[in-house]
């Protein structure tokens, strides 16, 4: 059974940073790709960044751009998301998700291109 495990959640105040962590179990993503999408209540999923693990390839959404950095370990399957400069339209239940199989680089931000996804992790940005 594949599981995507999401870490690191929690309150920050604007302006401060977050680590996030996902571990899958199950299964390797080695050839595959993981990635990051968020939803907040009333609003629709966004992508936030994937990272191909096949050849490393990184894609940022815009919300993430120059704020976040995504990083991962093919042979680990492993996911990382350092998020910087934290804004309160940040607060969002934060989903990792991957997929074994090679995705094409237009595919990375789609999410029904990912078959596993977790259970997400909230971040709450607010003073």
């Known amino acids: 059974q594949v599981r995507l495990v999401e870490s690191g959640g929690r309150w920050v105040q604007p302006g401060g940073s977050l680590t996030l962590s996902c571990a899958a179990s199950?299964?390797?993503?080695?050839?595959?790709?993981m990635g990051w999408f968020r939803q907040s209540p009333g609003k629709e999923r966004e992508f936030v960044a994937a990272?191909?693990?096949?050849?490393?390839?990184?894609y940022y959404g815009d919300v993430a751009m120059g704020r976040f950095t995504i990083s991962g370990d093919g042979a680990q399957s492993t996911l990382v998301l350092q998020m910087n400069n934290l804004r309160p339209e940040d607060t969002a239940a934060y989903y990792c998700?991957?997929?074994?199989?090679?995705?094409?680089?237009?595919?990375?931000?789609?999410?029904?291109?990912?078959?596993?996804w977790g259970q997400g992790t909230q971040v709450t940005v607010s003073s």
């Open positions: 990272i191909r693990l096949s050849d490393m390839y990184i």
């Open positions: 998700v991957a997929e074994n199989s090679r995705l094409v680089l237009s595919m990375l931000r789609v999410p029904e291109a990912y078959e596993y």
């Open positions: 199950g299964r390797t993503f080695s050839s595959g790709a």
